[in-house]
Each structure stands twice: as C-alpha cells, then as structure tokens.
C-alpha cells in the first residue's frame, strides 16, 4: 500500500483522498486553512444563526448522476432552485433572461414565438462569426439587453472591456423564451442540509485518512511519501518562477439586516456606476430555515494580488502562454499530480471537480495496479 499526500482539503482533495483511502492506501491530507471544504467552506453565523457561505455563495447543480450519487452519500441534500434577480435602472428583473424579463424590459406583453421574432430583430445580424464577448452578445441580444445586463457587469466582474474577452465566456444564447427562472438547467439541484463543510468533513472521515489544518505545503513533505497530489495553484508550486498566472479575487462586504433585506438569495446590479458586482443574503441560499436577522455580502471583484485569494483564472491569451511553461516544468517533475481548480488553473463546478477527482483517483489506482508511471495531470490544463 502507498502512503499519500494530498495537498488540500477542497474537493479535490478530500473526493481523491476517499477514493484512495477506500482502496486501502495511507492518506495525509493538509490544508493551510483553519477549515476543510475549501473555497466552499460554509460555517454558521453566531449571531443570527445564518449559514454563510464564507467564500461566495455555491450552488450544487449538475447532469452527472454518479456524482449526485456521490454527494448525496454523504449528506441529505433539500430541494433549492437558483433564481437570480438584478437591479438596473431603477427596476428588478429576472435572470436569467427570459420572457418575463424581455416583457417587462420593452414593455410588451408577448408570447414565445412573438418575443423570438422580436430579438432576432435587436440581434445584430451584421456580427456573422462573433469573436469577442461583446459581439457574441449583440449578435445573441442586440445592445439594448446587451448593455442593460452583460456590459456592465462583465466589466466589473473581468475588470477590462467585454470586448476585450473571448465570445466563447457566452457560450450560448442566454435568453429563454418561457417563464423559466431556474438560473440552472441541470437535472440535479440542491444545497447540503448542514453546508458544504458537514460534507466535507464526512467525506474525510475514513480511518485511512489523516487532516492536518492549519499546515502549508513544503517542497521537502514530498520525500516521506510514494506520491502527492497537489489542489494549491500550480505557479505557487514552482515559486512563481515564470511569473504569477492572473485571478480575479473578490471582496466581500458583509453587512447584517433584521428581517429580510432583499427578499431573494442573489440580486445582480448591472450597471458600471455600482461599484458592487451582486448581493447575496445567505439566509435564502437555506430557505427550508427560519432566521429573523440575516447577513448580506456585496460583492466586488478585482485584479488578484499576491496576498489576495485567487478566485477566478483570467486565461487569456497572456496567462496561457505562461501557463503552458508551467505545465511543462510539472510535467518534468516526478511524483506529483496537480489536480483541481488552482492546480490546473481552471474554473470547475463542483461537480466537475467531483468528476475530475473520481477519474483522477481511478486513474491512479489503474496506474498502480498496471506499474505505470502516475502523470502530472491527468486533466490537462490546456
Ligand atoms: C465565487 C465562486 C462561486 C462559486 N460558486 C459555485 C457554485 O455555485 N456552484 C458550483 O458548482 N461551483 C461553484 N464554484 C466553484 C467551486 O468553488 C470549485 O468547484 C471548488 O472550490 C473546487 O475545489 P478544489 O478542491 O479544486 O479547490 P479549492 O476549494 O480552492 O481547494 C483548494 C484548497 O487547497 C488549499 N491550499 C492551496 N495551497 C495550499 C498550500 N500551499 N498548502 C496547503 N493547502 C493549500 C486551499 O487552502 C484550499 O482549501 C464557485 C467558485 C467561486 C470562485
């Protein structure tokens, strides 16, 4: 049996390590935080009772049932929808866009088919193969929707012009022709009955496995086990040695309420003159509880410093040059697999990441079973 390092007690690190566990090898999972579950640490407020989600709200939602399989063993899950709301000039719609939006928005009444024909007319047909987010929008929107809810709030959310930022972050056509409001269009939606961090905690708690908080990782760890698997940023790794890959961070200010201050989980503002990008008040994300106080973040995003949280990887086309020479440098280092969100510089829902690290620890056992040597990756990051 092999003795295994973790570095990182997220997902990543804690769904490897019970896999790896179960299969009866030695697990030593670190975390330099105080707390396991990573950036979706959730923990009580003491005051009002409030479960918040200390880093930024999380929605658990995805299409792979083996995965909600997988959560649901370790916690109950209760029924919640996303309905994400935003205030721009002066009024409160509803996102994502749909016919109750594009109603309310133009002042029309109009049905499925009469609002299809209507966009298609503020879609701007000149853009015939749309390369930025800007033109993917107009082409999709036309400007009046496009300004009312994408301009503004890319700008703040990326912190440069959406024209700047490549058409594939609006993936597809954002607007729905219904009155469905569920942000989310995944079969499986649901939020953990005692937060994410209870969930966590129970995916650790295995015999095989040890969780040491409070402990950073140290290059010289790696001489006491047969592998590491690495969830921390991969440019912190190798000390930063081609330069710092960019992030967006987030801060939150939070401020408290007695009684319900915005009446839903998530508000947007989308106007550029709000410095704040949204305001989630954490007492929605838990709507089976009671709470007469309540506790709301605004949020608000900017460049990552080196002492800041990196939240979102940029992955423009600047930090994919430079990430492509980190991926070789670890692919020149032996005994070590650089798994998750910060490891392969990519943004992951937590299902993905579930996915990702119950392949990964397949993958590993596969290649110890066979006598093969373990990649640095086993989800490229480019
Ligand atoms: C604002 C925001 C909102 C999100 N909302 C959703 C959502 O609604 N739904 C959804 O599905 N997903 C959401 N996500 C994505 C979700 O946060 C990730 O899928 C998840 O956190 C990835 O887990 P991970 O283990 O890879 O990384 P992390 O959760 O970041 O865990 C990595 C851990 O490694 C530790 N670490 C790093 N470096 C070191 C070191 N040198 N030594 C020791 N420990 C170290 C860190 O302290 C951290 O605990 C959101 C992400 C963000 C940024």
Request: aromatic letters at 14%.
């Given at each position: 049996m092999s003795y295994i390092l973790l570095v990182g007690a997220g997902f990543s690190g804690a769904v490897i390590g019970r896999e790896l566990a179960e299969a009866g090898h030695d697990v030593d999972i670190i975390d330099q935080r105080l707390h396991v579950a990573g950036n979706c640490h959730t923990e009580r407020d003491e005051y009002s009772g409030v479960m918040l989600h200390v880093y930024g709200p999380h929605i658990f939602h995805t299409d792979d049932a083996q995965v909600w399989e997988y959560v649901t063993r370790f916690s109950v899950f209760k029924p919640y929808i996303n309905r994400v709301k935003s205030t721009v000039g002066g009024a409160v719609y509803s996102l994502p866009i749909n016919l109750h939006t594009i109603n309310q928005f133009f002042g029309k009444t109009l049905r499925p088919d009469e609002a299809k024909a209507f966009i298609e007319q503020q879609a701007d047909t000149s853009i015939s193969d749309p390369q930025t987010f800007e033109e993917q929008a107009l082409r999709f929107v036309g400007r009046d929707l496009y300004e009312a809810f994408f301009k503004g709030y890319t700008k703040k959310q990326w912190g440069c012009e959406p024209s700047e930022l490549p058409a594939s972050i609006l993936k597809r056509l954002p607007v729905r022709f219904n009155y469905n409001d569920n942000y989310f269009f995944h079969r499986f939606q649901g939020m953990p009955e005692h937060g994410y961090t209870a969930l966590v905690e129970k995916i650790l708690d295995h015999e095989n496995i040890t969780v040491k908080l409070n402990t950073a990782f140290d290059p010289s760890m790696t001489e006491q086990y047969d592998h590491v698997f690495y969830s921390g940023p991969l440019d912190g790794y190798f000390s930063f040695s081609e330069g710092r890959l960019g992030y967006r961070t987030l801060d939150f200010e939070r401020f408290t309420y007695q009684g319900d201050y915005q009446g839903c989980a998530v508000m947007n503002y989308?106007?550029?003159?709000?410095?704040?990008t949204r305001i989630t008040e954490h007492k929605h994300f838990s709507p089976w509880e009671e709470h007469e106080g309540s506790v709301c973040y605004r949020e608000y995003s900017r460049a990552c410093g080196p002492d800041d949280i990196p939240y979102y990887p940029i992955r423009l086309v600047k930090e994919k040059e430079m990430l492509s020479r980190y991926v070789a440098l670890a692919e020149n280092t032996e005994g070590v697999t650089f798994v998750g969100r910060l490891g392969t510089y990519r943004y992951l829902d937590m299902d993905v990441t579930i996915r990702e690290a119950l392949d990964t620890a397949r993958g590993f056992l596969d290649c110890v079973e066979n006598n093969q040597p373990v990649p640095a990756f086993f989800v490229k990051p480019l």
């Open positions: 989308g106007q550029e003159s709000v410095p704040f």
